[in-house]
């Protein structure tokens, strides 16, 4: 199975029915992308295929064949997001993190505050509420 | 996840035709956005062993106005329809429907044609189609037949949809009046009906109701009293006989049938 992870060509050899979220956390080894509630509840899994935030735990690994495929690790560590998210304290256990930020990824430079809340709205953070993650995203826009 | 995958067995289909083969040969689940497919998988409650992915299927993918009829190919996902502008000039009450379907993440990936087949009372796409008289087109090696979406479903989670068919479009004939879809849940993303509506505001109103019996209600007798000019009370009275709705984990029956009664008000006062 070959698909596009994060802008590297990878193959993997699992089973076709595979959660992408195992593969990309198991085979893959990369371990930003969380593991939530499992049904496409909470959004801690989101990653990016062909540029669309989706729920990896909801993905058969046969559907990303060709695809490009972009978790957080593909953001580097210096993305605006990534600072806004720290610097606004947009995290506080940190589980949903990774996903909030994957799933604001697509938004315009231009969004709104409430097209940032239908974003982020298949994503939830059990901690702190919403404002810091709001704040934060509307501040990256502005980097 | 509670189910291993090892024992599971996925074939890919390539075009529609061998799709179909595959679902005439032995029986297999159709998969496309998976939504539902592996919440069921990780619960551990999915039946199934063996499945045809259909998601790679472009011939179903789109949406187009044919003979005067809305047509949406079986893979559209809520995102398309949320982005169609042929959807929000002839149904707009799909988009209103199709946007509080779960987050973005689920709207990516959702299909039509699975939340119709799924079979749930609860789908939020289906009471719209009821009210739109929308028909199902299934699809099958060497034949096809249309199937009204108020004679598609024949008990809770059952259809008359054969193993070797696949839905292929869903047609939607012009809707003449004012449209209307209103869902009550916990909360307005991520979250199940209690109770769901859509409804058409028209010298013949058209009134259908989710998640309060086994399959959706099209409401014709409370349509019928609308027509005829009963009083929206009595036309609340009869729509309570015409839904079934029981207790369970998401909300009890009789705060469904309160609320059910109270949406056909509302959909009367909001579009008059």
Known sequence: MRFTLNGVATDVDAHSMSRLLDVVREQCALTGTKEGCGEGECGACTVLIDGDPVCSCLVPLAQVE???????????GDHPLQHAFMSEVGAQCGICTPGMIMAALPLAPNATLDEIKVALSGNLCRCTGYAAIYRAIMKARQT | MRTGVSSLDLRRASALDDALRMLSEEARTPIAGATDLYVALNFGTLAPRRFVDIWGLDALRGISVRDDMLVLGGLTTYTAIIRSPLVAARLPMLIDASRQVGGPQIQNR????????????????VPVLAAADAIIVLRSVGSERRVPITQFYTAYRASVMRADELI???????????????????????AISKV???????????FAVGSVAPTVVRAYATERALAAGA????????????????????????????VAERLLRRFWIETS
């Open chain 1, 66 to 76: 060709g695809a490009d495929v972009e978790t957080i690790e593909g953001l580097g």
């Open chain 2, 110 to 125: 959702g299909t039509i044609a699975g939340n119709i087949a799924n079979g749930s009372p609860a789908a939020d796409s």
């Open chain 2, 168 to 190: 292929v479009a869903v047609e939607v004939p012009r809707v003449d009046g004012r449209q209307w879809f209103r869902k009550v849940g916990t909360r307005a993303a991520q």
């Open chain 2, 196 to 206: 769901v509506v859509a409804g058409v505001r028209a010298p013949a109103p058209r």
């Open chain 2, 231 to 258: 009083s929206i009370e009595q036309a609340a009275m009869t729509l309570g006989r015409e839904i079934a709705p029981i207790d369970d984990v998401r909300s009890s029956a009789v705060y469904r049938n309160r």
